[in-house]
Nanobody, 126 residues
Framework: VQLQASGGGLVQAGGSLRLSCAASGRTFSMYPMGWFRQAPGKEREIVAAINSNGGDTYYADSVKGRFTISRDNAKNTVDLQMNSLKPEDTAVYYC????????????????????WGQGTLVTVSS
């Protein structure tokens, strides 16, 4: 499985960015997906997750109401729309896919994700 993330950059507080992740290597529509982030000196944490058909989503409390995860199974992509960005959102963002045989429901547990994109840096200035 290959995951290619894009869309990061520098933005002022209050601004917006849209991250996109293109997946290949297996039947994308069968698997849930997730977005994680890792700030300097901190552990990688889940930001959002989505089930295989896009009908169920999860958000970390810190981004709820500001971020939206979505997927296009026809294009094999999963996106993260980030609005009202804050300096504390500054991090490297990773898209991720679960390894092995999993169900179609969304996954919150970082340990279940075995495939990671290369990361894209988001910097929010105050």
């Amino acid at each position: 499985v290959q995951l290619q993330a894009s869309g990061g950059g520098l933005v002022q507080a209050g601004g917006s960015l849209r991250l996109s992740c293109a997946a290949s290597g297996r039947t994308f529509s069968m698997y849930p997906m997730g977005w994680f982030r890792q700030a300097p000196g901190k552990e990688r944490e889940i930001v959002a997750a989505i089930n295989s058909n896009g009908g169920d989503t999860y958000y970390a409390d810190s981004v709820k109401g500001r971020f939206t995860i979505s997927r296009d199974n026809a294009k094999n992509t999963v996106d993260l729309q980030m609005n009202s960005l804050k300096p504390e959102d500054t991090a490297v963002y990773y898209c991720a896919a679960p390894r092995g045989v999993v169900g179609t429901g969304l996954i919150r547990n970082r340990g279940a994700y075995g495939y990671w994109g290369q990361g894209t840096l988001v910097t929010v200035s105050s």
